[in-house]
């Protein structure tokens, strides 16, 4: 299993950006499908972008042009750049990593973003 540790949440005014890491421990980051989910007090968590098979990128509708996730394998580092923020995107922001063979998944403690005024 690998240990996932989130960086860069905090508070920032509606309209303004933020951008999410997430280190992971394995060296054979490459071998994980990576993705950003997010909960909101009494919500389920949902799914808000993460890469698939074939490394291509799926997003929720609702952050779609405003959000971008990206990876840097050499550094085993997960983004999210978060652009044009809004009040509904206030959540805890989990890292999510699922290894391509064995299907094991693992979870970050999650990184805190509160978009308020």
């Known amino acids: 299993q690998v240990q996932l540790v989130e960086s860069g949440g905090g508070l920032v005014q509606p309209g303004g950006s933020l951008r999410l890491s997430c280190a992971a421990s394995a060296s054979t980051f490459g071998l994980y499908i990576m993705g950003w989910y ?44 978060m652009n044009s923020l809004k009040p509904e995107d206030t959540a805890v922001y989990h890292c999510h990593a699922r290894h391509i063979f064995s299907g094991v998944h693992s979870w970050g403690q999650g990184t805190q973003v509160t978009v308020s005024s």
Do not use: C
């Open 38 to 81: 997010r909960q909101a007090p009494g919500t389920e968590r949902e799914l808000v972008a993460e890469f698939v098979s074939g490394g291509s990128t799926n997003y929720a509708d609702s952050v779609k042009g405003r959000f971008t996730i990206s990876r840097d394998n050499a550094k085993t580092t997960l983004y999210l750049q």
